[in-house]
Nanobody
Framework: QVQVVESGGDLVQPGGSLRLSCATSGISFNQYIMSWYRRGPEKQRELVAHITTQRSTSYGDSMKGRVTITRDNAKNTVYLQMNNLKPEDTAVYYC?????????WGQGTQVTVTT
């Protein structure tokens, strides 16, 4: 059974930082492209970042320069370090594991940026 479980979401003030984690099981993690997406209130889902099996990274425009995605193949986990958070970063953040047409999603973790 495949599991994708996000954690690390929290309530944080503007300018703060968070590190999200996405732990997986049931897949050969090192064969999957790992991605973070988010969906804000009344917004469409958007790509935040992804990291390939070769650790090549790509970032969406909305958070570029403020986020870093990394992966630990030994722990089957991908991370998203987010800095200088803004109220508009408030969203549910989702982790996706993808290999070709195969994909698995987590349930999401809530990030709220507010004073």
């Amino acid at each position: 059974q495949v599991q994708v479980v996000e954690s690390g979401g929290d309530l944080v003030q503007p300018g703060g930082s968070l590190r999200l984690s996405c732990a997986t099981s049931g897949i050969s993690f090192n064969q999957y492209i790992m991605s973070w997406y988010r969906r804000g209130p009344e917004k469409q889902r958007e790509l935040v970042a992804h990291i390939t099996t070769q650790r090549s990274t790509s970032y969406g425009d909305s958070m570029k320069g403020r986020v870093t995605i990394t992966r630990d193949n030994a722990k089957n986990t991908v991370y998203l370090q987010m800095n200088n958070l803004k109220p508009e970063d408030t969203a549910v953040y989702y982790c996706r594991a993808g290999r070709g047409a195969e994909e698995y999603w987590g349930q999401g973790t809530q990030v709220t940026v507010t004073t």
